[in-house]
Structures are given as C-alpha cells and as structure tokens.
C-alpha cells in the first residue's frame, strides 16, 4: 500500500513539473517589443512551457552567460556576442541570423524630422539619446551611421547614453530632444500612435552595416528539449512573419 501511495505521489510530482516547465531566456532589449506575442504564438502549440525572458544590452546578458547566468538560449542583437559564446564553447549551437534590424530617428517634440540626420546639428536639438556602442549593438551601429554621415564629431557632446536600446527610447520620451532607436519599437502597441514621417523616419541603411541579429542555443539549456522547440520556432515562419510586423527584415 505504501510503495502504491509513494508511486502515485511521485506521477503527481512528475506530471507537475512536465505540465509546468519554465525555460529562462535572454533577449536583446530592441526584440522586446515583439516578445509577448511571438510568446503568446508558441504556447498555441506548447502550452506546457512557459517562457521567462530577462531583457537587456546584447553586452550585458553575453556577460552575465560568461558568469554561469541560467539562460538557456540568447537572441542577441547582432552577430558578435553570439559568436563570442560559442568559440568559448558556452553556446551549443552556430549563430544564425533570425533577423535584421534597422535604426530610426525618433522625437516627441514637434521638429522637421524630414531633415534626418542633419536635424541633430540644429541648435534647438540639445541633448540626442543613443545606446550605448559599448554594450548595445544598435548604439554601435548609431555611431557608425553618424560617423558615415560626417556629423559626430560636430554633435558628439550632445549625446546621451542608454545601456540598452529600449533605455535610449526611454530617455527620447523624457530627457532628450531627439534620439537614435531601433526602428521595432516604433511598432509596439504603444508607440503606433507616433507617425512615421512625422514624428520619426528610418536612417538610411547605406550608413550604417546591416544589423544582423544572432541566436544561440546555450550549455545551460541542454538537458531541457523545450530550448531547441523555441529556438526552432523563432527561424519558422510563423516567427518571421510577427517579426516583419514589427520592422525587422527576415531571412
């Protein structure tokens, strides 16, 4: 009776933790705005797992995985970080591109944003937020499109740093004139109201080198099959398409 009791108790513990299987993932700040929904798409057909996402600067999470962080796979937002793990064997997998992102010029205040990037040199434009080039890939790709367009060196003391591209859209809301951003942003829920055009308009792509953005699968994730399921689903075209809805290019 007892052997009875103990098995029965242990197909409950069993059939618990199957039914309620968490995976811990990182992801890119600039991808954040698409999260809930490509989550909310894989848990149509995987509703057994549920998905915990730590957002932050690609920099930052790459760092974090280096120090043993429990993440079982990386959407990183270019190509470098992801490459970095896996020649130090922390990824399981080679980078694959999953998406290109594309920078944009953003502003709540009532400017000609038709100018572009030349808007930045007007006296008016005091204080331009941008990621940090250090940390997040969309800041470096800032940087180089300034430099591209031979205005840095005249607007570099007008710059302010996010750590992470959804903290420089931040500081565009509240504490800058103007700033630099990821362009899916601009196609969250929240932001749909400001027009593109109007209140922000793509930076051209020639300025800049292409944002490839790269996914890992992680040491950390091995043993936990719902890891590949994800990662399967993000290069799928189901993935590809909510992607395309918010901006990015998709192999």
């Known amino acids: 009776m007892n052997m009875a009791k103990g098995w029965f108790v242990a197909m409950i513990f069993v059939a618990t933790h199957l039914s309620a299987n968490e995976i811990t993932i990182a992801v890119a700040a600039n991808v954040s705005y698409a999260m809930d929904e490509l989550i909310g798409s894989f848990s149509e057909k995987h509703p057994e797992t549920k998905i915990r996402v730590v957002l932050g600067s690609s920099g930052k999470l790459t760092a974090q995985i280096s120090h043993g962080a429990p993440y079982g796979l990386l959407m990183s937002a270019n190509m470098a970080y992801p490459k970095r793990l896996y020649e130090k064997h922390i990824a399981t ?34 204080k331009i937020a941008i ?21 840095y060196s005249a607007i570099k003391s007008k710059l302010i740093y996010g750590e992470s591209i959804s903290q420089t859209l931040s500081y565009v809301m509240t504490a800058a004139d103007i700033g630099i951003v990821a362009k899916s942003a601009l196609y969250s829920a929240r932001m749909k109201h400001y027009r593109k055009g109007v209140d922000w308009i793509s930076v051209n792509e020639s300025l800049y080198t292409p944002i490839s953005q790269g996914m890992v699968l992680l040491k950390y994730g091995q043993k936990d099959p719902s890891y590949r399921l994800f990662y399967d689903y993000i290069l799928h075209d ?10 990015y290019n998709t192999i």
């Open 93 to 126: 997998t080679k980078p694959v591109v999953y998406a290109k992102g594309a920078l944009a010029i953003f502003s709540t205040k009532k400017v000609d944003i038709a100018k572009s990037l030349e808007l930045l040199k007007d006296p008016s434009i005091r």
């Open 131 to 151: 990621g940090n080039p250090k940390t997040a890939p969309y800041g470096e790709a800032t940087v180089e499109a300034l430099k591209s367009a031979k205005i």
């Open 238 to 247: 189901t993935a590809k398409e909510i992607l395309r809805k918010y901006g």
